[in-house]
T-cell receptor
Framework: GENVEQHPSTLSVQEGDSAVIKCTYS??????FPWYKQELGKGPQLIID?????GEKKDQRIAVTLNKTAKHFSLHITETQPEDSAVYFC????????????FGKGTRLHILP | DGGITQSPKYLFRKEGQNVTLSCEQN?????MYWYRQDPGQGLRLIYY???????QKGDIAEGYSVSREKKESFPLTVTSAQKNPTAFYLC??????????????FGPGTRLTVT
């Protein structure tokens, strides 16, 4: 089955700097890669996703890149702000197979003042 | 207001008792999911259901049971057979797309403590 590895587990960046979180996946059939943000005491919320027919997607300060050959994808947050502090999860899914999404173990992002 | 509700937010039980966690959605989504979240472990899938009266085991189904009698509801029972039930439980739902899974919408979670 699919396995998703996520690094780092904890990341601290100065406010205004960029943050990068990296994930790798094992199943070459995976074709949908969402990123979720979880604030303290709440459920995760989708912030951006990418499908395997594109290599990059951007939404304001966040972007995701996908390298299908290497089976890795990354989340980039630019001009970080205090409200970016949260736990971020990457995930992978084979949309043609079933409705399951396999999550990474999460990255706790701290934005330092 | 459309969304997913989970109740209660905090739940305390004695060891050996079964407990049922509630999950309701009014998004008209076909698929529903239960995840367990432990520190440093991410989200692990317990059970999921793609349509009413049907459900499949996830990666850690042992000690849990579910039912899907209505589209809106997907309750999870944590049985006494679950060896380590203390955790944060998250319910999610997603629409059925021709392409497959789509975005999952999560509830606020239930923190279960068993002593």
């Amino acid at each position: 089955g699919e396995n998703v590895e996520q690094h780092p587990s904890t990341l601290s960046v100065q406010e205004g700097d960029s943050a990068v979180i990296k994930c790798t996946y094992s199943d070459s059939a995976s074709n949908y890669f969402p990123w979720y943000k979880q604030e303290l005491g709440k459920g995760p919320q989708l912030i951006i996703d990418i499908r395997s027919n594109v290599g990059e997607k951007k939404d304001q300060r966040i972007a995701v890149t996908l390298n299908k050959t290497a089976k890795h994808f990354s989340l980039h947050i630019t001009e970080t702000q205090p409200e970016d502090s949260a736990v971020y999860f990457c995930a992978a899914s084979d949309e043609g197979k079933d409705d399951k999404i396999i999550f990474g173990k999460g990255t706790r992002l701290h934005i330092l003042p | 207001d459309g969304g997913i509700t989970q109740s209660p937010k905090y739940l305390f039980r004695k060891e050996g008792q079964n407990v049922t966690l509630s999950c309701e959605q009014n998004l008209n989504h076909d698929a529903m999911y239960w995840y367990r979240q432990d520190p440093g472990q991410g989200l692990r899938l317990i059970y999921y259901s793609q349509i009413v009266n049907d459900f499949q085991k996830g990666d850690i189904a042992e000690g849990y049971s579910v039912s899907r009698e209505k589209k809106e509801s997907f309750p999870l029972t944590v049985t006494s057979a679950q060896k380590n039930p203390t955790a944060f439980y998250l319910c999610a739902s997603s629409a059925w797309l021709l392409a497959g899974v789509g975005e999952q919408y999560f509830g606020p979670g239930t923190r279960l403590t068993v002593t």
